[in-house]
C-alpha cells in the first residue's frame, strides 16, 4: 500500500483518455457508449481518491510528491533559476478537495446521461466534462502555483466551452449563450491577471513557485502534538521513526522523542545530499524508487530541521521570513543570509508589504473564480449552460478553487491583517448582496446561482477571518447540497419540459391517454433533433396556434408550482438540499454554517478583531435571507397549485437523474458530521461516536499550517437556527396559500407597495450588470473605436502619405534632378522596365512609385560606395 | 583571415538557392506539379538538414557554432562569416518550419487562378528562405545586412503580385518602410566597420567587452546611443514596435495567406533578433540607458495593439494588430535585460511564429472558401466545419495564452523576468500584464463571430470540406502548439547558454549605468 501514491498521475490521465475518446470517436459512438466511457473515467477518478486518501491514512498523513512519468519536468530555465516541474501534491488538502470533486463528478456524470439524451452533442457534451473533471484535478492536485494555474484556466475554458454549449440555438439565443460563455472566460481573466501578479512576486520572494518541497511538513506543530501524544501510548510513530532511521542512517530504533530526533538529525544529511544531486522534484522520484526496494517507502519527518532555508517550499520560507524580528536574518543554507528585507529588481520593501500584496493579488483572482464582488456577474449568466455543468462547475467544483488557492496559502493570509479585513468585507458583502439578489429572481436556476455566489461569500469571509478549516468544510458541504438543488432543479426543467410537450401532443388529439407514451417518445425525438433549447423548442415546428404556449419558459417558477405531487423524489430531496442550505439542524450546512459563525463570534469577542464583528453581522443577515429565498423557491415550485397546465403532465424524472439524487440527499444530510465542533453536547445526537469531532479538522491541519479546531457556541447556534427559522416562518406566511402570486404573476412583495421597490432592485440583480456596461464596457468599445481610428487615419493615412511619402519624394527629387537626363535616370528607367517585365500586374500603379524605389535603391548603393571608400581613401 | 572548410550551416543556407535553380528550368505549364513539390521537398529537405544541426549543436556553448569564415571584400574587412548560437538556431529551426507549411498551404490557394505566374511565386519563396536563413546565420555586419535587405525583394513582390486587392499600396509602403530604417541601420554599419577595423560581430563584441573598442558613452544621446539607435530604428520597424507599425496591417491584409504567415512568423522576429544579437552586445550602456524608454514602447504596444485589435471588423486585420500586441510582450521581454526575459522573450518569438502564423493559415482558409475576410460575414462556422473550428479554437487559445498550451510559457518568463527586473520593475509588469486581459477580449470575440452562433447565413451553409494540405498544416501547428507548452524546457536548454552569454554582456554594465542615471 505504500507506493500507493504512485498512481497519482492516473487520476488525470483516466479522464483525459475519456476527454480524448469522446473527442475522437463521440460522433461515431451511441450515446450509451459515450456515457459509459466517460462515467466511468469520471468514477474511475473516484477510486483513485479513495486509494489516495487511504494511503494518506496508512503513512501518518505524511504527504507524498509525484512526478508524473514520461514528463520531464515543465519550465525550467536552469540560469535563471526558474524551475518549475509538473509535480502532483497528495496531502489532506488535496485530498479532501479530490474525493467530494470526483465523487459529485462522477454522479453528475450520471446524472447527464439522462439528462442530455437526445441532444445532438452529447458525446462532445461527456468529453468537455471529462475534460474539466481533469482540468480540476490539476488545479487541486498540483504542488506549484503555475501547475494550480494551468488548472485554473483549463477549468476556466471548459466552463466557456460548457456554457456555451449550446452556441447554434435560434433566434440569437446561441449568441446568448456564447456571451454568457465569453462573460465568464472575460471575468475570470481579470482575476487571472490578479493570480499572475501574485505569481510573479512570489517567484522573486522566494524563488519558487512550489508549495512545499519533498519530505517538507507543512504543519510541524500538528506533528509535534502527534509525536507526544503517541510517546505517551508508545505507538506506532516510535517505530515509524525508528524505520526511518534505519532507511537513510540506521540509527537503530528509537525508543523516546529524544532519540527520534538523532535519528532524524542523521536524515538531515542525506535528505541534503538527495535533494543537491537531484533539484527539487526528482529527488521525490528517486527516494520513491530508492525505497521501493527497502521495507519502509516513507519517511516520518516531524519537522523541517532538515531542510536548509533555501529547500523550503514558498509557504515554509514565508513562515521563517514572517516570524523574524527587524533586523534579524537568517542563514539560506548556502552561507548567505535573509532578512526581512526583500529585493526585487530595483524596488525594494520589506516581507510584510509583499505577502500583503500578493495576499491582494490573489483575491482579486478568487473574486474572479470563487465569483465575488467585483467580479461575480459571470456566474448568474453561467446558467445559460446545460444544467449538470451549473451543478458540476458552477456551484461543486469550479467556483471553489478561489477558496482553495486562499486556504492554500494561508501563510500569506494569516500574516496580512489588513487584506484579510478586505478578504472578509469582500466575502461577507457578496455573500449578503447575492442573497438579496437571490430572493427577486424568477429563473429557479438563477436563484440557485446567486444562492450559490452569496455561500462562496461564506467561504471568502471565513477565510478572511483565519477560519480555514470552516471554509473548506463549508465548501464541501455546499458542494453535496448545492449539486443536489442543481440537479433537483434540472429535473423539475426537464419535467416542466416534457410537460410541456405533452401538452401539445394531448392538445393535438394525437391519441388518447393510451397513446401517451408514445406521443412522449415523439416529444423526445424533436427535443433531440433540434437544438435542446430549455426555452423554446420544439413548439416552433407546427404548434404556432397555442397561444400560451409561446412564452413557455420551463425554468421560470411562476409556470411552477404543486410539482411535490408529480414528482415526489425531485421534491424530497429538493426539500433536504434547501433545508441543509438554510442551515437547519442538523443536516449539513448547519455545521458548516455555525462553525463560520462561530469562529466569526470567537474573532470578534475573544480577539476583538473588527474582521469578526463584520463578518457575525453581514453572514447573519446572509444566512436570514438564503432561508427566505429558499423558502420562497420551494413553494412556489412544488407547493400550491400548478400555474400551467403543463404542470399536469409532470413525470418524475428517469433513475439516471433521481439515484445521483438521493445519493447527493443522504449526503447532504450526514456529511456535516465529519467535522463536529468540539464540545457539541447533545446537538451531535451523540453521532460523535461514528464521526468523532472535528475529523474534518484535525486531517486538514497536516497541510493547512493555520487551520483550528471549531468550538460549539450556543449562542450562535441558537441565534443562527433562530434567523433561519424565522425566514423560513416568513418565508411561508408569505408564500403558503394555494396561488401565492396574484393575477398577473406578479410576487407578493411587488403587490406590496412598501417592497416593491426593494423587489424591484433585487430583481434587476442591483442594476450591477448595466453598472458595468456603463462604467467599463462601452468606454472600453468607444475607446477602442477611437484608437482604431486614430490609427488608421492618423498613422496609417495621414503620417503615411504627408511625412513618409512627401519626404521620399522630395529627397528622390533632389537626388534625381542634377542628373535627370543622365545615366542615372536611364537607370531608373532600367529598373523600371525591369520590374514591369516580371510583373504586368504591377504595371500601372508603379509608374508613380517606381521612381521611389528605384531611387531609394539608388541612395543605399552610392551611400555604401562613398562610405566604403572613406576609410581606404583616409588609409 | 583564416579559411574553413565547408560547413553544414551553410548547406542549410544554400539549398534553398539550390531548389530555385532547378525551379528556373522547369515549364511553367507543363510541370506545375514537379514545381510544386520540388519547391515543397527542398524546403522540407532544409528542415530536415536544420534537425541535424540541433542534433549536432552542443548546447553547452555559448559561442557560434558550424562557423565558416571566407574572405570576401578583405580591403574593407568583409568576410563571409556565418555560424550559430542556440539563439540563432531556434531560429533557424523556425524559419525552416514555417516555410514548408506555407508552401504546402500554398497548393491548395486559389490566388493562382486568378493571377498565376505559379513558378516565380515558388521561386520568391525559396529566395525568401534563403534571405531568413541568412539573416539569422550571419555574422559579418556587411553580409548580415545584405541578406536583411534581399528579404524584402521577395515579399514585395509576393505582397505586390499575389496580394489583395489594394497590394501594390501594400507592397510599397512595407518596402519604404523598411528601407528607411535600412539607411539608418547602414549608415551604423559603416561607422561600426569604421572604428572596429572589421565587420566581423563576434570581433566587435569582444572588442566591446573588453574595453578595446570604445563607442563613446556619456547619456541618451551620445555617439553609442545613436548608434544604438541607428540599429534598433531599423529593427522597431520591423517588428514593428509602436508607433512603427502602420505599415504591417496592410501588409498583412494584403498579403497572400503564405506571405502573412511567413511575415507574422519569420520576418518579424528578424527585428527582435536583430534586436539582441547586434543592439544589446555592442551597445550595452546605451541599451541599458534606453531600455525604459524602449519599455514603455513595449507596453504601449501591447495594449494598444489589442485594443485597436478589438475594434476590427476585419479578420486578417485584428489578427496584424494582434501581431502588434503580442511582440510588445517580446520586445519587453528583451529589454527586461535578465535571463527570465530575454529566454521567454526567444521562446515567445517562437511562439507567436507558431500561434499567429496559425491564426493566418485559418484565415487563409476561411478566405479560400469564403471570399471574406468580413468578420460579420462568418457565424456558426463551428458547425460548417467542425474539426476546423475545434483546431481553430486552439490555436486561439494559443494565441490567448492558456496555460498548457505554447503562448502561456513565453508570455509567462517574460512577465516574471519583467517584474524582477533591475530596469523595467514591477510598474511594466503591471501593466503589461494587462494585456492577458485584453487578449481574451480580442481573440474571444473574433471566435465568437466566425464560429460561433446560429449558421443562419445560406453562403456559410455548403463550405468545401478541408483538404488534406489544410488538414496537415493545422494539425501540425496544433502538435507544436502543445508540445511547447507542455515541455518548453527542451526549447530553453538549446538557446540556455548563448542568451545568458548576451544578457551577462549587458548587466556586467547595469549597475554602474543606473547608478549614474540617478
Known amino acids: 500500500m505504500q507506493n500507493l501514491a504512485l498512481i497519482a498521475p492516473l487520476i ?236 537513510h542512517g540506521g540509527e537503530g530504533e528509537g525508543e523516546s522523542t529524544t532519540a527520534q530526533t538523532v535519528a532524524l538529525s542523521t536524515d538531515t544529511t542525506v535528505a541534503q545530499e538527495g535533494e543537491e544531486d537531484d533539484h527539487g522534484g526528482e529527488a521525490a522520484a528517486d527516494d520513491h524508487g530508492g525505497e521501493e526496494s527497502h521495507s519502509d517507502p516513507f519517511g516520518f519527518y516531524v519537522n523541517n530541521d532538515h531542510l536548509t532555508y533555501n529547500q523550503l517550499g514558498v509557504f515554509g520560507q514565508a513562515e521563517k521570513l514572517l516570524k523574524l524580528g527587524e533586523g534579524e536574518t537568517l542563514d539560506r543554507g548556502d552561507g548567505t543570509q535573509v532578512g526581512r528585507t526583500v529585493v526585487i529588481g530595483s524596488w525594494t520593501t520589506d516581507i510584510d508589504t509583499v505577502v500583503s500584496l500578493i495576499a491582494l493579488f490573489m483575491l482579486l483572482g478568487a473574486a474572479g473564480k470563487s465569483a ?14 446545460p444544467t449538470p455543468v451549473s451543478a458540476l462547475i458552477h456551484a461543486a467544483t469550479m467556483v471553489t478553487a478561489g477558496v482553495y488557492m486562499m486556504v492554500r496559502s494561508n501563510t500569506f493570509f494569516y500574516y496580512a491583517d489588513e487584506v484579510s479585513l478586505i478578504v472578509t468585507i469582500i466575502g461577507g458583502v457578496t455573500a449578503l448582496a447575492a442573497g438579496f439578489m437571490a430572493l427577486g429572481q424568477w429563473d429557479i436556476k438563477r436563484v440557485l446561482a446567486y444562492s450559490t455566489v452569496s455561500q462562496l461569500g461564506f467561504m471568502v469571509a471565513a477565510v478572511g477571518i483565519g477560519a480555514y478549516a470552516a471554509a473548506i468544510f463549508h465548501m464541501m458541504t455546499h458542494a453535496f447540497f448545492k449539486a443536489l438543488l442543481f440537479l433537483g432543479s434540472g429535473s423539475v426543467i426537464h419535467g416542466m419540459e416534457h410537460g410541456h410537450h405533452h401538452l401539445h401532443d394531448h392538445g393535438h388529439g394525437a391519441g388518447g391517454h393510451g397513446h401517451d407514451d408514445k406521443a412522449h417518445a415523439a416529444a423526445h425525438d424533436s427535443h433531440g433533433h433540434d437544438s435542446h433549447g430549455h426555452d423554446s423548442h420544439g413548439h416552433d415546428e407546427k404548434h404556432d396556434d397555442h397561444a400560451h404556449d409561446d412564452h413557455f419558459d420551463p425554468q421560470d417558477m411562476r409556470t411552477m408550482g404543486g410539482l411535490s405531487r408529480r414528482m415526489p423524489i425531485t421534491y424530497i430531496t429538493y426539500v433536504i438540499g434547501a433545508a441543509a442550505l438554510a442551515g437547519i439542524w442538523p443536516l449539513s450546512g448547519f455545521w458548516s454554517k455555525d462553525e463560520i459563525l462561530a469562529d466569526a463570534w470567537r474573532a470578534a469577542i475573544f480577539d476583538g478583531k473588527l474582521s469578526g464583528y463584520i463578518a457575525l453581522g453581514l453572514l447573519l443577515a446572509a444566512a436570514f435571507m438564503t432561508a427566505f429565498y429558499m423558502t420562497r423557491q420551494v413553494w412556489l415550485v412544488f407547493h400550491g397549485e400548478g400555474r400551467h397546465d403543463a404542470v399536469k403532465h409532470v413525470p418524475e424524472s428517469v433513475w439516471q437523474m ?149 519626404g521620399f519624394n522630395g529627397v528622390a527629387k533632389i537626388l534625381s534632378q542634377p542628373v535627370d537626363n543622365g545615366l542615372i535616370d536611364g537607370t531608373v528607367r532600367g529598373v523600371g522596365r525591369l520590374v514591369k517585365g516580371i510583373s504586368g500586374v504591377l504595371r500601372q500603379a508603379q509608374t508613380g512609385y517606381v521612381r521611389v524605389y528605384a531611387v531609394a535603391l539608388l541612395v543605399g548603393v552610392v551611400a555604401v560606395v562613398v562610405l566604403m571608400l572613406l576609410p581606404v581613401l583616409q588609409g | 583571415m583564416e579559411m574553413t572548410g565547408l560547413s553544414l550551416l551553410t548547406v542549410v543556407l544554400f539549398l534553398p538557392m539550390v531548389g530555385l535553380t532547378i525551379l528556373m528550368f522547369m515549364n511553367e505549364e507543363k510541370q506545375r506539379n514537379a514545381i510544386r513539390w520540388t519547391t515543397f521537398g527542398f524546403s522540407i529537405a532544409t528542415f530536415l538538414l536544420s534537425l541535424l544541426l540541433w542534433a549536432l ?19 574593407f574587412g568583409v568576410s563571409y562569416y556565418v555560424g550559430i548560437d542556440g539563439l540563432g538556431l531556434i531560429l533557424v529551426l523556425l524559419t525552416t518550419f514555417i516555410m514548408p507549411l506555407a508552401i504546402l498551404f500554398s497548393f491548395t490557394s486559389h490566388i493562382f487562378e486568378e493571377r498565376g505566374r505559379e513558378k516565380l511565386y515558388y521561386i520568391f519563396m525559396l529566395l525568401l528562405e534563403w534571405a531568413m536563413i541568412g539573416v539569422f546565420v550571419a555574422q559579418d555586419l556587411v553580409i548580415f545586412y545584405i541578406f536583411w535587405e534581399v528579404t524584402l525583394v521577395p515579399m514585395y513582390f509576393l505582397v505586390g503580385i499575389w496580394g489583395g486587392d489594394q497590394r501594390v499600396y501594400a507592397a510599397v509602403k512595407f518596402f519604404l518602410y523598411t528601407m528607411a530604417g535600412s539607411i539608418l541601420m547602414l549608415l551604423a554599419v559603416l561607422y561600426v566597420g569604421g572604428q572596429a577595423g572589421t565587420f566581423a560581430v563576434p570581433e566587435i563584441v569582444a572588442g566591446v567587452q573588453a574595453g578595446t573598442l570604445v563607442f563613446p558613452f556619456d547619456g541618451l544621446f551620445s555617439t553609442q546611443s545613436f548608434l544604438f539607435l541607428g540599429f534598433l530604428i531599423a529593427f522597431a520597424i520591423k517588428v514593428p514596435i509602436f508607433p512603427f507599425h502602420s505599415w504591417l496591417p496592410d501588409a498583412h491584409v494584403q498579403a497572400p495567406t503564405a506571405g502573412s504567415v511567413i511575415l507574422a512568423g519569420v520576418l518579424l522576429k528578424m527585428g527582435t533578433y536583430g534586436i539582441i544579437r547586434f543592439c544589446l552586445p555592442m551597445f550595452p550602456e546605451a541599451s541599458v540607458a534606453w531600455a525604459p524608454v524602449v519599455g514603455v514602447l513595449g507596453v504601449i504596444g501591447i495594449i494598444y495593439g489589442a485594443w485597436v485589435s478589438y475594434a476590427q471588423q476585419d479578420i486578417k486585420k485584428l489578427v496584424a494588430y494582434s501581431s502588434v500586441s503580442h511582440m510588445g510582450f517580446v520586445v519587453i521581454g528583451i529589454f527586461a535585460l535578465n535571463a527570465q526575459g530575454m529566454q521567454g522573450a526567444v521562446l515567445q518569438m517562437v511562439n507567436h511564429g507558431i500561434s499567429t502564423g496559425g491564426l493566418f493559415l485559418l484565415v487563409g482558409m476561411l478566405y479560400e472558401r469564403r471570399h471574406t475576410k468580413d468578420i460579420n460575414a ?62 481574451a477580449i480580442y481573440m474571444l470575440y473574433m471566435f465568437q463571430k466566425v464560429f460561433l452562433g446560429e449558421l443562419d447565413k445560406p453562403e456559410n451553409q455548403h463550405l468545401h470540406p478541408m483538404t488534406w494540405p489544410e488538414v496537415t498544416v493545422l494539425v501540425v501547428v496544433v502538435v507544436m502548439v502543445f508540445w511547447i507548452g507542455v515541455q518548453p524546457a527542451i526549447w530553453f536548454e538549446m538557446m540556455d547558454s548563448s542568451t545568458n552569454a548576451i544578457v551577462d554582456s549587458v548587466a556586467q554594465f547595469t549597475p554602474q549605468l543606473t547608478a549614474m542615471l540617478r
Not at chain 1, 461527456?126 to 502555483?145: C, E, K, P, Q
Not at chain 1, 439515484?659 to 464540545?679: A, E, R, T, Y
Not at chain 1, 440583480?765 to 467599463?776: G, I, K
Open chain 1, 372 to 385: 465575488q464582488i467585483p467580479l461575480f456577474v459571470w456566474l448568474p449568466d453561467a446558467m445559460a449552460g
Open chain 2, 57 to 75: 549543436h552542443d548546447p553547452a556553448n555559448p559561442g557560434l557554432q558550424f562557423v565558416q569564415r571566407n574572405d570576401w571584400l578583405p580591403t
Open chain 1, 658 to 806: 433521481t439515484v445521483p439524487l438521493i445519493i447527493l440527499g443522504v449526503f447532504s444530510v450526514f456529511i456535516g458530521f465529519v467535522n463536529l465542533p468540539s464540545d457539541p453536547g447533545v446537538s451531535s445526537l451523540g453521532l460523535e461516536a461514528v464521526f468523532g469531532l472535528h475529523a474534518l479538522t484535525d486531517w486538514l491541519e497536516y497541510s493547512v499550517l493555520h487551520a483550528h479546531v471549531g468550538a460549539f457556541e450556543w449562542l450562535i447556534a441558537l441565534v443562527a437556527t433562530g434567523v433561519g427559522l424565522a425566514a423560513i416562518f416568513l418565508g411561508i406566511r408569505i408564500y403558503g396559500g394555494a396561488n401565492p402570486l396574484n393575477e398577473k404573476n406578479e410576487d407578493p412583495l411587488y403587490v406590496n407597495r412598501g417592497f416593491r421597490p426593494l423587489f424591484v432592485f433585487s430583481n434587476a440583480r442591483m442594476y450591477w450588470d448595466e453598472a458595468y456596461d456603463r462604467l467599463f464596457i462601452r468606454p472600453f468599445q468607444a475607446i477602442a473605436r477611437l484608437l482604431a481610428r486614430v490609427d488608421w487615419d492618423f498613422w496609417h493615412d495621414y503620417v503615411h502619405d504627408s511625412v513618409i511619402t512627401k
Open chain 2, 378 to 439: 462568418y457565424g456558426g462556422i463551428w458547425k460548417a466545419l467542425p474539426f476546423f473550428g475545434a483546431l481553430s479554437l486552439i490555436i486561439t487559445l494559443s494565441s490567448m495564452g492558456l496555460p498548457g498550451l505554447n503562448g502561456f510559457v513565453g508570455e509567462f518568463t517574460i512577465l516574471l523576468g519583467t517584474l524582477g527586473s533591475d530596469v523595467l520593475g514591477i510598474t511594466f509588469a503591471l501593466f503589461a500584464t494587462l494585456g492577458v486581459i485584453l487578449a
Open chain 1, 12 to 247: 488525470i490521465l483516466f479522464p483525459s483518455v475519456g476527454a480524448f475518446i469522446n473527442f475522437v470517436w463521440g460522433p461515431k459512438l451511441n450515446e450509451r457508449a459515450s456515457a459509459i466511457i466517460g462515467s466511468v473515467a469520471a468514477g474511475a477518478t473516484f477510486f483513485i481518491a479513495l486509494g489516495m486518501f487511504s494511503y494518506l491514512t496508512g503513512n501518518n498523513f505524511q504527504p507524498a510528491i509525484i512526478d508524473p512519468p514520461l514528463l520531464d519536468g515543465w519550465l525550467r530555465i536552469p540560469s535563471a533559476n526558474l524551475e518549475i516541474p509538473w509535480q502532483q501534491r497528495i496531502d489532506t488538502l488535496s485530498v479532501t478537495m479530490l474525493l467530494f470533486v470526483t465523487f459529485v463528478g462522477t454522479l453528475i456524470h450520471i446524472y447527464a446521461a439522462g439528462y442530455m439524451h437526445g441532444d445532438k452533442r452529447f458525446s462532445r457534451f461527456f468529453a468537455y466534462l471529462n475534460m474539466f473533471l481533469a482540468f480540476m484535478l490539476i488545479l487541486v492536485t498540483g504542488n506549484n502555483f503555475l501547475m494550480m494555474f494551468v488548472g485554473w484556466e483549463g477549468v476556466g475554458v471548459c466552463s466557456y466551452l460548457l456554457i456555451g454549449f449550446w452556441w447554434d440555438k435560434p433566434k440569437g439565443e446561441g449568441i446568448k449563450n456564447a456571451n454568457a460563455a465569453r462573460k465568464a472566460f472575460i471575468a475570470n481573466r481579470v482575476g487571472d491577471f490578479g493570480v499572475l501578479m501574485a505569481l510573479f512576486l512570489t517567484f522573486w520572494t522566494f524563488g519558487s513557485l512550489d508549495f512545499f518541497k519533498p519530505t517538507e511538513i507543512a504543519n510541524p506543530a500538528h506533528y509535534e502534538h502527534l509525536v507526544h501524544e503517541d510517546d505517551s501510548h508508545a505507538g506506532e510513530e516510535d517505530s515509524h521513526s525508528g524505520e526511518e532511521g534505519d532507511d
